[in-house]
């Protein structure tokens, strides 16, 4: 029945959304369609732009040993990435809602070109945390993109669209692991935020000439910016489903973070003693679970998002069992690994394609209050994670895997009846 009234409720607003405009386009992609290769150049842009607040888990260790910081506390680089990357979630996704998208995403990938030669040309650790910290800034910049697109894509084919252009922000993660371990052992840890500088200012000058320059149509009352900011705010407060989807998110990827951030700690010390290049290739095993993942905006656009998730949340609570094998079998653990990004990448796919159907005219604000749940997620889950492994192993890190995945399956458990439609009493406001 929970089902068949999600079905009904995604029918009638893909009906609402393909009745109202507003955008005035120009360019080379129309307004409410995108073809593949469009999509696909959004997935990219995706992973790069996120990738850069990635590369640095693998790189713990030599961060560490250079800049002269403890390994109990070097987790807190990666949370410093987080809480800046949720105050650019607030302060600058808001705005694609407000400012011209295409001169919006291109700025921010130019000044992310800026912050990434500040990190890699870092002397001190002051300047090393001051240029990570511009980097989880401007990174948000994806989550624009992730706006743009639902905005962009036929609302029939919202979910499937959110789905391709997310994968690639999840491949970027993982991949991140792989490109910045490859590197550093090839011409050390620099090089890695260095050549991603060279790639982001290309990425930059190849959307100008794609995304299509939109227009809006003047409103009666334009928002100014402070406005805009609380309504982020108005919108976590009047959205029921908004509310639960982001709490979601926040346990799915505190879980994420669990397991990815320490990793590197255990990998490269003995018995294993692994290359970079050997740790960071445990990234490619990820990706095969975020590719799997892809078809789960598909099913959100049919109706079965509940369904979906409550699937991928049990999934992700077993693979910790899995995970916990490493040092007895790393054939194990990889699978472990598929499991866990496949889950995540599924519940994340779902939250989104469904939070997009509420208020078509604030994509931006609804991904950016989104996303500060995912942000408070990650950091916890690195800091935590480090924490845990310091004092009690990769026993005591499974442990917090697992117990963050159950409560994230029982929340679910406890919110699952609570029906598409809930949010959509204000969504064509």
């Excluded at 029939?156 to 970027?172: D, L, Y």
């Excluded at 959100?300 to 992700?316: E, F, P, R, S």
């Excluded at 899995?322 to 990889?334: D, K, N």
Aim: charged share 10%.
């Amino acid at each position: 029945m929970e089902e068949v009234i999600e079905k009904v409720a995604v029918k009638k607003k893909v009906q609402a959304d393909s009745s109202q405009a507003t955008f005035v386009t120009s360019g080379p992609v129309p307004s409410s369609s995108m073809s593949r290769s469009v999509t696909l150049l959004f997935s990219v842009a995706c992973g790069m732009s996120v990738a850069n607040i990635y590369f640095a888990q693998p790189l713990l260790d030599n961060l560490a040993r250079e800049f002269g910081i403890d390994y109990s506390i070097i987790g807190s680089l990666i949370t410093i990435t987080q809480l800046f990357y949720a105050v650019g979630l607030l302060m600058l996704v808001p705005l694609g809602d407000f400012l011209n998208q295409r001169r919006l995403i291109t700025g921010q990938m130019l000044l992310s070109v800026i912050a990434l030669v500040m990190v890699g040309t870092a002397s001190t650790s002051t300047v090393l945390f001051a240029g990570i910290a511009l980097v989880g800034l401007l990174a948000v910049v994806t989550q624009t993109l992730v706006a743009f697109a639902a905005t962009l894509a036929a609302p029939e084919n919202r979910g499937q669209v959110v789905g391709v252009v997310t994968s690639g922000i999840v491949i970027g993660i993982l991949l991140a692991r792989t490109f910045s371990g490859v590197l550093t052992d090839f011409s050390g840890w620099r090089s890695v935020y260095l050549v991603s500088a060279a790639l982001m200012l290309l990425m930059a000058c190849v959307l100008f000439r794609v995304l299509p320059n939109n227009r809006r149509e003047k409103q009666p009352q334009q928002l100014s910016y402070s406005r805009l900011l609380r309504s982020v705010f108005m919108l976590l407060a009047q959205e029921h489903m908004l509310r639960i989807r982001s709490v979601l998110a926040m346990l799915i990827f505190a879980a994420f973070s669990i397991m990815w951030t320490p990793l590197v700690l255990l990998l490269s010390a003995p018995p294993l003693s692994l290359s970079h290049t050997a740790i960071g290739a445990f990234g490619l095993a990820g990706v095969a679970g975020a590719l799997g993942a892809a078809r789960a905006g598909k099913l959100a656009d049919g109706g079965y998002g509940q369904k979906t998730t409550g699937i991928a949340l049990t999934l992700l609570l077993l693979s910790w069992l899995l995970i916990s094998y490493i040092e007895q079998s790393l054939f194990v653990f990889i699978l472990g690994i598929v499991l866990l990004d496949l889950a995540v990448q599924a519940v994340h796919v779902t939250n989104q394609s469904m939070i997009f159907t509420l208020r078509i005219e604030a994509r931006s604000r609804l991904t950016a209050g989104y996303m500060v749940f995912y942000s408070i997620g990650v950091a916890s889950g690195s800091i935590t994670s480090t924490y845990a492994y310091a004092h009690y192993g990769w026993d005591g890190v499974c442990l917090l895997g697992a117990s963050v995945s159950a409560l994230a399956l029982l929340f679910w458990a406890m919110t699952s009846r609570v029906k598409a439609m809930t949010g959509n009493k204000a969504g064509a406001k």
